[in-house]
C-alpha cells in the first residue's frame, strides 16, 4: 500500500509529538506520525518532567517558555492533564560571579514576558526553608516554571494533534528512508509514505537511521541517573511545594516528588552506552544504576539539601539521553538533503521540546526559520565529524552539569 502526505514525523516521543501538534496549528495536518512502539517509549517515558524557564544559553530560553505554553495549549485543547506543577526554580550562585552573571540576562525575561528573579540567600531560603544556604550567594528564581508529566504531555500533543486532523501509527518501524527526486519515500513492514518532508524524531536511533543517506551524526546516548527518597518528614509538613534547585557546585537538579525528592544527577565522568549501536530489541528500559559511583555528587547535594540524605533512596533511575557534542539539539533542515528535518539529540526534550517544535515547524510551514538560532541547527556540524571527537565533547559537556558556559570547569 502506498500513501502520499505533506509530512511526515518520525518518532513518538515528546519532541515527534510536539512537531506534529506544532504542524497543525499551523494548519498543516496531512501528516503522519511513525512510532516504532508506542508513544513515550523511549526516553520520554521515564524522563523527570523538570520544565524550566532557566536555560544555559539565553538565545534558547523562548525554546523552554514556549514548550510549557505549547503543552499547555494542548492541555486545553485536548483536555488531556499534563500534571503541571508551576512550583518555580532556583539556579543557585555559589560565587558573585554566577550572581552576576545571572543578573546580566535578566533583559531576556523582560522581553519575553517571564518572570525572573535574583534573590539574595535569606530569599532563597524562604521560597526552599530544606535549602542550606550558608556560603550561597543568591540564586535566580523562575517561579513560573516547574515540572510536568511527560507521558501526559506527550499524549495530551497527540490527542490535539488528532483532533486537528493528523494522523499516528505506532506499533510502526520506519524501516527505510529514501530519497526519490524531490519526494521522500518512507517504508514500514506494510506500506510505503510518499512525503514532501520528513522530520526525524527518534532521539539517538537518528545516527543509524540517517546512516544509509551518508549523513554523519554525531549524536551518542549517555547514561543519566535520577533517584527518588523516601518520604521526607520536612517536605511533609510544608503546606507548599518546594522549587527545584539546579546547583553547579552540586550538578544536580533536586524538586520535589509527592513527599520526597526527586534528584537527576550530572557525573563529572560521564558514562556511555550503546556508542556502537543501539539494541534493536531496546524499547521503555532503564539500564543498571550504579549509585555507588554518584556518591561524590551525591555528598554535595546534601550539603546544599540536608533533608535530602535523611529519606533513604526509594527509586534509582539509570536511563539513557541523547547528546550532541555542544550538549544541544539538532533541530533544523539537513541542508544537504531538502525536505530532511531533524528535531534529534534533546537531553532536555521535556524542557524544549514544545518550543524547538514551534519554530521547527514555523521554518517548515513558512520556508525560513522564524529567527536566526544558528546554534541549534544540524548544520553546526561537520559531516565528517569522527566518533572519538563527538563522544570527547559530549564527555567534556555533560560533565560541566550546571556550570555557566564559558565559566571554568
Ligand atoms: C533519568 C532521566 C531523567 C530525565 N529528566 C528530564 C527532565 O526532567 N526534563 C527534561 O527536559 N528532560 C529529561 N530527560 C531527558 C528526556 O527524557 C529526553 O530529552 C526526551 O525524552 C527526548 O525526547 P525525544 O522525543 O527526543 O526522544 P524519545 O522519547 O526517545 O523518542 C524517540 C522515539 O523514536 C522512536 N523510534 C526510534 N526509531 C524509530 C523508527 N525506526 N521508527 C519509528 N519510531 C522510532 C522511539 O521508539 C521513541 O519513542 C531525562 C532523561 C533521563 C534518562
Not at 517571564?114 to 517561579?143: F, M, N, Q, S, W
Not at 554523519?216 to 522549587?243: C, K
Request: net charge negative.
Amino acid at each position: 500500500m502506498t500513501q502520499h502526505v505533506q509530512a511526515i514525523v518520525i518518532g513518538g516521543g515528546i519532541v515527534g509529538t510536539s512537531v506534529l501538534y506544532s504542524l497543525a496549528q499551523r494548519g498543516w495536518t496531512d501528516t503522519v506520525l511513525l512510532e516504532k512502539r508506542n508513544l513515550t517509549s523511549g526516553s520520554t517515558w521515564h524522563a523527570a518532567g523538570n520544565v524550566t524557564f532557566f536555560g544555559h544559553y539565553t538565545a534558547i530560553t523562548d525554546l523552554y517558555i514556549n514548550s510549557v505554553k505549547t503543552y499547555l495549549a494542548a492541555s486545553e485543547e485536548s483536555g488531556h492533564d499534563i500534571g503541571f506543577h508551576p512550583t518555580g526554580s532556583l539556579r543557585l550562585a555559589n560565587t558573585a560571579e554566577e550572581l552576576e552573571a545571572y543578573k546580566s540576562i535578566a533583559p531576556v525575561y523582560d522581553r519575553l514576558d517571564a518572570d525572573y528573579r535574583v534573590i539574595g540567600p535569606d530569599e532563597a531560603a524562604e521560597v526552599h526553608p530544606l535549602l542550606e544556604t550558608k556560603d550561597l550567594h543568591g540564586a535566580a528564581h523562575t517561579p513560573g516554571d516547574g515540572h510536568v508529566d511527560p507521558s501526559g504531555a506527550t499524549h495530551a500533543l497527540a490527542k490535539a494533534a488528532r483532533q486537528r486532523g493528523a494522523h499516528i501509527q505506532v506499533q510502526t518501524p520506519a524501516l527505510a528512508i529514501r530519497q526519490n527526486g524531490q519526494e521522500w519515500q518512507v517504508e514500514t513492514e506494510t506500506e510505503t509514505f510518499f512525503a514532501d518532508h520528513v522530520v526525524v524524531a527518534t532521539s539517538f536511533w537518528a545516527r543509524e537511521m540517517l546512516a544509509p543517506l551518508g549523513i554523519n551524526l554525531p549524536i551518542y546516548p549517555v547514561q543519566h541517573h535520577e533517584i527518588i527518597t523516601g518520604t521526607v518528614p520536612a517536605l511533609q509538613a510544608l503546606d507548599f511545594e518546594v522549587p527545584a534547585v539546579r546547583d553547579p557546585y552540586a550538578p544536580s537538579n533536586t524538586r520535589q516528588e509527592r513527599d520526597g525528592f526527586l534528584c537527576g544527577v550530572y557525573e563529572v565522568d560521564p558514562q556511555f552506552w550503546a556508542t556502537d549501536g543501539i539494541p534493536p530489541e531496546f524499547a521503555e528500559e532503564l539500564l543498571v544504576p550504579d549509585v555507588e559511583r554518584l556518591e561524590p555528587e551525591l555528598l554535595r547535594v546534601i550539603e546544599r539539601i540536608p533533608a535530602f540524605g535523611e529519606a533513604g533512596f526509594k527509586t534509582i533511575n539509570n536511563g539513557p539521553i541523547a547528546y550532541a557534542p555542544d550538549g544541544l539539539p539538532m533541530l533544523g533542515p539537513v541542508e544537504s538533503h531538502p525536505g530532511l528535518w531533524l528535531a534529534t539529540a534533546f537531553n532536555i526534550g521535556i524542557g524544549t521540546g514544545g518550543g524547538s517544535a514551534q519554530f521547527l515547524s514555523e521554518w517548515m510551514v513558512n520556508g525560513h526559520a522564524p529567527y536566526d538560532l544558528s546554534m541549534v541547527y544540524p548544520s553546526r556540524f561537520a559531516n565528517d565529524i569522527s566518533k572519538e571527537t563527538a563522544l570527547a565533547q559530549i564527555h567534556a559537556t555533560y560533565a560541566k552539569g550546571y556550570i555557566m558556559p564559558g565559566a571554568p570547569a
